[in-house]
T-cell receptor, first 108, second 113 residues
Framework: QKEVEQNSGPLSVPEGAIASLNCTYSDRVSQSFFWYRQYSGKSPELIMSIYSNGDKEDGRFTAQLNKASQYVSLLIRDSQPSDSATYLCAVNFNDMRFGAGTRLTVKP | NAGVTQTPKFQVLKTGQSMTLQCAQDMNHNSMYWYRQDPGMGLRLIYYSASEGTTDKGEVPNGYNVSRLNKREFSLRLESAAPSQTSVYFC????????????FGEGSWLTVV
């Protein structure tokens, strides 16, 4: 079974705080992991991809991967109101499967 | 920068009607996908095409058919629409089906009454 699980939220953080988003997946064979951001009424857009265990940083975003625990997370530092969106975790199982998404609200 | 283009953007159908959603990409990608998105359900894969000439079922294929017309185009057909097919449909493409970022079209809002 190809499953991707996310806390549906909603998650609310104050401006400037760190937002932490989590995702687990069912298949140990998976090698490619992605975080997408989706604004209301828009299509998903890629934030980050990660393929190796450990951390990957890109600006205010850090993706963390632990294949042994089948866990991938996204940290958003210095959260801004413009980060308010739904964040989708995606895992490649030969096809691409998505979690249900976590809705994040950053309050000014 | 067209990327992935899908049409129509909005459509209202009556139960039992048929329609085809069209999708084309100009990035020379090998793989193409159709997803549907319902509130609280995330994106669910309907069908995908790993390469020209191949199609495979995803999580929720029932009630749909697809055609990979050529490398650029991947259409989704609803033969007899049902209210349960009311959803937002996204077409997407990637260089390959394994390990590559997928890029989405802008979505098609379909309502079946």
């Amino acid at each position: 079974q190809k499953e991707v699980e996310q806390n549906s939220g909603p998650l609310s953080v104050p401006e400037g705080a760190i937002a932490s988003l989590n995702c687990t997946y069912s298949d140990r064979v998976s090698q490619s992991f992605f975080w997408y951001r989706q604004y209301s009424g828009k299509s998903p857009e890629l934030i980050m991809s990660i393929y190796s265990n450990g951390d990957k940083e890109d600006g205010r975003f850090t993706a963390q991967l632990n294949k042994a625990s089948q866990y991938v997370s996204l940290l958003i530092r210095d959260s801004q109101p413009s980060d308010s969106a739904t964040y989708l975790c995606a895992v490649n199982f030969n096809d691409m499967r998505f979690g249900a998404g976590t809705r994040l609200t950053v309050k000014p | 920068n067209a990327g992935v283009t899908q049409t129509p953007k909005f459509q209202v159908l009556k139960t039992g009607q048929s329609m085809t959603l069209q999708c084309a990409q100009d990035m020379n990608h090998n793989s193409m996908y159709w997803y549907r998105q319902d509130p609280g359900m995330g994106l669910r894969l309907i069908y995908y095409s790993a390469s020209e000439g191949t199609t495979d079922k995803g999580e929720v294929p029932n009630g749909y058919n697809v055609s990979r017309l050529n490398k650029r185009e991947f259409s989704l057909r609803l033969e007899s629409a049902a209210p349960s097919q009311t959803s937002v449909y996204f077409c997407a493409s990637s260089q390959a089906s394994s390990g590559n970022t997928i890029y989405f079209g802008e979505g098609s809002w379909l309502t079946v009454v």
